[in-house]
DNA sequence: GGGAATTAGTGTAAACTATACACTAGCCAG
DNA sequence: CTGGCTAGTGTATAGTTTACACTAATTCCC
């Protein structure tokens, strides 16, 4: 055990990159920072993990005395623990991503939360410390994530349209995909159900509601299935390759 | 800094899944461990970060003590923190793995080295600490990389015939792949240098040798490309899907 | 109440990619 | 010089991805 009292001297924290959709943006949860250092800078939400409580834990505590929310998708993304990233000490901190639904955050009555603000992520920048690093390295995960499994749905409300759908994925992959190509792809999934209902109040045709089938989703995850979402090249205009690379040396 | 002090209470460490391969077979460098706790079982190379120390320069050091490697694949995998994960206290650890060539493997004169020894990845069982968690993940994200990256170099020595790359995938994969269908994806990459050579003192007709095109590997890096290799289905024998998924509603 | 505005919803053909599959080539050993 | 062994090679078919444009349903405004 002596070993060990000469390494007891790092912090460790979690930060969480808490992900919400709203207004057609991809949106991103941060803290004003009320004291030094950084002081009045946006941060990411997080706080240091307790000596009896694991990793996951601590994410969860954080975004829950954030928002109010459980149960919520989290996924740890990576580690970051350069010697000087924070300038009063050695902190390294382990940076996670949680999905939520915007619709469904209430301010809580912590006094962290009322610092807290929604900002579009294709905003944000000059975050304290290097958050913006962990950010940009959640983003990318979940871009990758989004790429592979279906996990969009835990960004919008229960029940929703295509066309929503379409433009969560949109601004998480930052591009424009095709919309009949792109029904097509969810579709052929199953694992959507058709409300038969439609919108209401809306200014042109309605259009039908989904819900995301939770049942087969969970069976999707247990074979491990995947999915791929192309880029639309409609506007880019480039002819086809028209030969094979040639295999023959 | 008072909040500092009372959170100063974790040993903060990295452990390193290194990967080889040799004989066919996907093999990874454990150490006997001479001390409680686990006396006598094997476990992963690791040890605590230097309070002046980055991680990946923590996980580098273990590394070369271990290998005398220098500039090696290496990359983060995933931190594990669970709370009684360590007899002895609280020991948060992050899990990296690297690819070195064994050919290029000797071993060294420091004590832990002398305790390492190669296993093949399929007969590893109940190591120390969760350290059998902590190689499944890495082994598990190795399996991803894989398929979309041209990773495989890394483990192989300077020269190789395609089948020995062919072998290589294949114990990575833990599957079958189909010969002609593999060198046609491989060599379509535009990674591989024909050297004009073949192999010598082998039995039977000799293979060409190839070596790897740093070049335009980090081209390809560099734009993100990536491919993907699947498995042969060739001893399922099930027929194949007649119907597409029916897209209208 | 009719037309303009706005978004929903739908199919197909062509390009591309992945798959299954079997024989000949070249070397060594006996 | 034959048998044993692994290297090396092509093609046809199934499946997937892509590009692309019009009609349908509703509200709003006049």
């Given at each position: 055990?002596?070993?060990?009292?000469?390494?007891?001297?790092?912090?460790?924290?979690?930060?969480?990159?808490?992900?919400?959709?709203?207004?057609?943006?991809?949106?991103?949860?941060?803290?004003?920072?009320?004291?030094?250092?950084?002081?009045?800078?946006?941060?990411l939400p997080g706080y240091f993990v307790y000596p009896t409580e694991d990793l996951d834990a601590a994410a969860k505590r954080v975004l829950e005395e954030l928002t109010g929310l459980r149960n919520v998708y989290l996924e740890q993304v990576k580690t970051f623990g350069a010697v000087n990233r924070h300038p009063f000490g050695r902190v390294i901190t382990v940076a996670y991503f949680s999905l939520i639904k915007i619709s469904h955050y209430t301010i809580q009555p912590s006094s962290i939360a009322k610092k807290a603000k929604w900002h579009s992520i294709s905003k944000v920048e000059d975050l304290a410390f290097d958050h913006m690093e962990i950010l940009n390295a959640c983003f990318h995960r979940l871009k990758w994530l989004v790429r592979s499994r279906p996990v969009g749905f835990e960004?919008?409300?229960?029940?929703?349209?295509?066309?929503?759908?379409?433009?969560?994925?949109?601004?998480?992959?930052?591009?424009?995909?095709?919309?009949r190509n792109f029904r097509k792809?969810?579709?052929?999934?199953?694992?959507?159900?058709?409300?038969?209902?439609?919108?209401?109040?809306?200014?042109?045709?309605?259009?039908?509601?989904?819900?995301?089938?939770?049942?087969?989703?969970?069976?999707?995850?247990?074979?491990?299935?995947?999915?791929?979402?192309?880029?639309?090249?409609?506007?880019?205009?480039?002819?086809?390759?028209?030969?094979?690379?040639?295999?023959?040396s």
């Open positions: 055990m002596n070993e060990f009292n000469e390494y007891f001297k790092s912090a460790f924290t979690v930060d969480n990159v808490i992900f919400g959709f709203d207004e057609g943006d991809l949106k991103v949860l941060l803290i004003n920072r009320g004291e030094e250092p950084y002081k009045g800078k946006w941060a960004l919008l409300p229960p029940k929703f349209t295509l066309t929503e759908l379409q433009h969560l994925y949109e601004a998480i992959l930052e591009t424009e995909l095709d919309k792809k969810i579709l052929s999934m199953n694992l959507l159900i058709d409300l038969d209902e439609t919108q209401e109040g809306v200014a042109h045709r309605p259009a039908r509601l989904y819900k995301f089938d939770k049942e087969k989703y969970e069976k999707f995850l247990a074979e491990g299935f995947s999915f791929e979402l192309k880029e639309s090249k409609k506007k880019e205009k480039k002819p086809r390759k028209k030969a094979r690379a040639n295999v023959a």
